[in-house]
């Protein structure tokens, strides 16, 4: 593995990593009052689209942590639709 993937990977990590705590709590409180749900739906869509272009690309750094960002944000989106 050369340096700029090893690179890409860490970013992807730490960016992903990022999102977990957010879920987590989301999760486990239900409490969605503090996010913003345009940012959210902008934020959704642009992972998508990160992903496809990751996917065509190909890039597997940028299609691996955005498809588990995907996840992530669509989890606090959904909770944030179902529990404002």
Do not use: C, H, R
């Not at 990593?17 to 987590?24: D, I, M, W, Y």
């Not at 689209?49 to 955005?66: C, D, Q, T």
């Amino acid at each position: 593995m050369n340096l700029v993937t090893m690179i890409g990977y860490l970013a992807a990590f730490g960016t992903t990593a990022s999102f977990l705590p957010q879920a987590v709590k989301t999760i486990q409180t239900k409490d969605t009052s503090g996010i913003s749900l345009p940012m959210y739906i902008f934020f959704t869509a642009g992972t998508l689209l990160w992903l496809i272009y990751g996917v065509m690309e190909p890039s597997l750094p940028v299609a691996v942590a955005n498809a588990i960002t995907l996840i992530f944000a669509s989890v606090i989106l959904i909770y944030k639709i179902k529990y404002k």
